[in-house]
């Protein structure tokens, strides 16, 4: 009796494993993608980095085009959540703190999760560009809906027309600023950034 209660929580720590696993597998994945490519995340190179046998990380994923697409599909959640979070909740007769709120909010989440941006911002593989080129059509979708009341509410001249161009310039300066977060930490904050930029869309819009 002494040796089947000694084995049995073996059995269970075992059948338990790959659960536990999985983050730190693609964790260690993320690691490996944003130093070297995603072209270098093998179930070999995430083994030897983890210091675990293949088997272990196999026990998690069935090979490397299921780890690939696990990470890609996790990180892109995380940086979809982000981009959502960042987007103003007032939809009519937004002021300037409404844009400079949702830039400083979109800029905190890159600081949480650099590596995630890295990751999916402007990677030139496809696998991971089409990816994130889903999350940024949703991202003009949601704000052409938040920006399109809001300057019929402002009075702006032939607003319909001027719309998908100015919701064009709203996203790409939220690219910029993650951009220049990315490259040059030392010279901004989230807020402060988030701040300059925010007050500067917020001028564009307003008097387009």
Known sequence: MGTESAVRPRQRAQHLGPGRR???VLDTALEIAVEHGIATVTIAAVAERMQVTRPVVYACFADRVELI???IRREEDYLLEGVLEALPRRRVEADEAVFVEGFRALLHTVAARPDTWRLLYGNPDPAVADSFGRGRALALERCTRRLRPTLQ????EDAERKLPALVELWVSAGESAVRTQLSAPGDWTPDTLGEFVGAAVYRALRHA
């Open 22 to 24: 999985r983050p730190q």
């Open 69 to 71: 697409e696990a990470l």
């Open 153 to 156: 509410a402002w009075g702006t």
